[in-house]
């Protein structure tokens, strides 16, 4: 059991990984960043999340913004009005007693090479962290993130050809935390599109919480791609931390294109030449999951939302 924050957009997957990781890690505390919601909206689902499951656990607001860019809307169509499928009222403000950089700075110094940082939104608190205090890349444990896309099974992207949601909604702070020294594993799309759960396993789990609000995320599948089924892409770092064996990796360093028709693409060095580029000079492996047990991921994720 890993001692873990989780830094989160809270939109429904992330719920998944939030109930997954309070399930099965020691959880910490819950930090928050504009992604598929409003950092504001992120920190409110964050507090019902808590209430609802009864954690006792700090939720702390970061980023509102990208490094450098403005904020998108809300990705209502997949996650709800309120990013957790608009089903419950939510009496929380999004006031929190410290900001998201703070509590990860201070808890990860306080705690050194103890803390496991998983990351299932755009990396921009990740990024505040490692410019504000470079000593942070040492200090946590791993930081294990969902995000971007490599091609395997032709899983190049969401938001466009070449882009995953959480490294598109902020290439500058992802490339910044991929060119630290941070220790880091990617679980990409290339693994999250390979575990779909249908609306009869959610259901199977008999989590009321979890049901309720994939509804809409369900009906938004059904309608774009035509079956009645959901990813559950940030689930999948728990599942990495708890069962690393049901995943292929491969070792790579990791750039992301900030700017063209490629904006938001992770790149790897591909060419079997040995090109001399800079790009990728000295800098850190990843470790990048490309392959999935998918029919053991879905037999511990489903069985232990059952319990
Ligand atoms: C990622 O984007 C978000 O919409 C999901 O919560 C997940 O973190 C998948 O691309
Ligand atoms: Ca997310």
Known sequence: ???????????????????????????????????????????????LFCKHYGLDIP??????????????????EVHGSDGMGGCYDNPFDAVTEMNAVEFLLKTVKEHPREITVVAIG??????????????????????????????????TGNMSNFAEFNIWKDPDAADQVFRSPIRMTVLPLDVTYEVLLTGGEVASTGDSFLKDISRCYLEFTLKDEGYYGMAVHDALTIEYLLHPECFDVIEKPVRVSCAG?????????????????DNFRGLPLRKICVGVDTQRVKEHLLNTLKL
């Open 1 to 47: 059991m890993e001692k873990i924050i989780i830094d989160t957009d809270i939109g429904i997957d992330d719920a998944f990984a939030l109930r997954y990781g309070a399930l099965t890690q020691e959880l910490i505390g819950i930090t928050t960043v504009s992604g598929n919601v409003t950092a504001d909206m992120a920190t409110r689902n964050a507090k």
């Open 59 to 76: 939720v702390c607001k970061g980023a509102s913004r990208g490094l450098t860019i403005e904020p998108t809307p809300p990705i209502t």
């Open 122 to 155: 755009p990396l921009t608190n990740i990024a505040l962290c490692l410019n504000l205090r470079p000593e942070f890349a040492h200090e946590v444990k791993e930081l294990v993130i969902m995000g971007g896309a490599f091609g395997t099974k032709g899983h």
């Open 261 to 277: 028709f490629t904006y938001g693409q992770t790149l790897i060095p591909q060419s079997a030449m040995p090109i001399p580029d």
